[in-house]
């Protein structure tokens, strides 16, 4: 993209309503703009980072073996009489009338419908498991919409619903489902720690929230920092069979991780002090079991193995992408700007052209960009070059690949990683390897 002729419209100053770094720096970036509390509109660059965060979600949760399909945001108030929701759910709920007088309501989550749905199609204990999900806006009328996406009215998520047979089959989707999480955070090039959580209005016995690490996070964090070293993506995991279904979970399990609510004191002193994390996190998703609760409640069976009608088991699994946005921002930033993770990044790289008109400076900018138009970043504005450099660290792209005049006469071209800040100097062939990927 060619930024004279994009919409990335930046910031010099700090906008005054944004109290955290991620927010200013969304804001600042030219992300999103707020268009009512709480909600906010995406703009190019802003959507690009959610796309690649879905995009990612995405890839995990088809590896477990689960099923996209889209769900609608509005849903009908009688669905959630059913499970006696509608009036348990409280003033969070947005609710909707149309013109026919019928009551509809803009979704929080999807359990109710969900269940519905499956209970439409599903009759049989032969055709469980199903592990079903979607990425869909909610709306919650949050009392205090705070920290731009972070805590939105209208925000993303990916909302995935499990049903087995029985106990066992339910834990085995609830840990295929924690190994994805875990995978998943990964990528994207953060580090969520998972901790035992309480169930709040979605119910259950076990549940768990993984939390990323930052000072602004809205819960107090304790926990053992040998879950951080751990590489998910490279542990031989067989989420075919219970056993090793079962060692994962085990070994995630046993060590110490609690927010403030369940914090134990007294086991925190069992973990050796050196690896001893305490801080604040942001939690980014939250995955629940809750067995029959919402098949009870609604009356949907199907025929188990001994003729009798069962309840399906249920699990439901959370992840905040929108929110991931700020909280990757607010894990991942320093005094100039934003640090994009290379995996989420809106652009692979910036091409900084200091001296646009310049023959030379332009066919050697053309060059580069030409290997990957839609990928990278072309900074061909005639501004200084200060506020080019500047506008850069601010959208936090992993690379700079600065074009001089000098540079072009004697074919060099400067990098810069914005993570390290280091600089290298570099052949325009070895800069185009840098920026091909896969
Ligand atoms: C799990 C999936 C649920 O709603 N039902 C379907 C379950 N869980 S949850 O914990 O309430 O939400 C899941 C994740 O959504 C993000 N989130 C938010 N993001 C931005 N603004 C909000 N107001 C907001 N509320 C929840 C969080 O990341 C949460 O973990």
Known sequence: MRLSRSFLPTLKETPAEAQIASHRLM????????????????????????????????????????????????????????????????????????????????????????????????????????????????????????????RGREFLMKDAYSFDADYEGAVNSYRRMMLAYLRTFQRLGVRAVPMVADTGPIGGDLSHEFLILAPTGESGVFYDAALEEQDWLAQPVDTQSTESLKGFFDNVTSWYAATDEKHDASAWEDVPQERRREGRGIEVGHIFYFGTKYTQAMDISVTGQDGAQVYPEMGSYGIGVSRLTGAIIEASHDENGIIWPAEVAPFRAVIINLKPGDALCDALCDALYEVAPDDLLYDDRSDRAGAKFADADLMGHPLQLIVGPKGAVSGVVEVKCRATGARYEMTPDEAIALITRG
């Open 27 to 150: 804001l600042r970036a030219g992300l999103v703009r707020q268009t009512a509390s709480g909600i906010y509109a995406w703009l190019p660059a802003g959507l690009r980072v959610l796309r690649n965060i879905e995009r990612i979600v995405r890839e995990e949760q088809n590896r477990i073996g689960a099923q996209e399909v889209l769900m609608p945001t509005l849903q009908s108030a009688d669905l959630w009489k059913r499970s006696g929701r509608y009036d348990a759910y409280g003033p969070e709920m947005l609710r909707i009338r149309d013109r026919h007088e019928r009551d509809l309501l803009y979704g929080p989550t999807n359990e109710e419908m969900i269940t519905d749905l499956f209970g439409q199609s599903v009759k049989s204990y032969r055709e469980l498991p199903q592990m079903l999900y979607h990425v869909q806006w909610k709306f919650r009328d949050e009392v205090r919409p705070r920290f731009g996406v972070m």
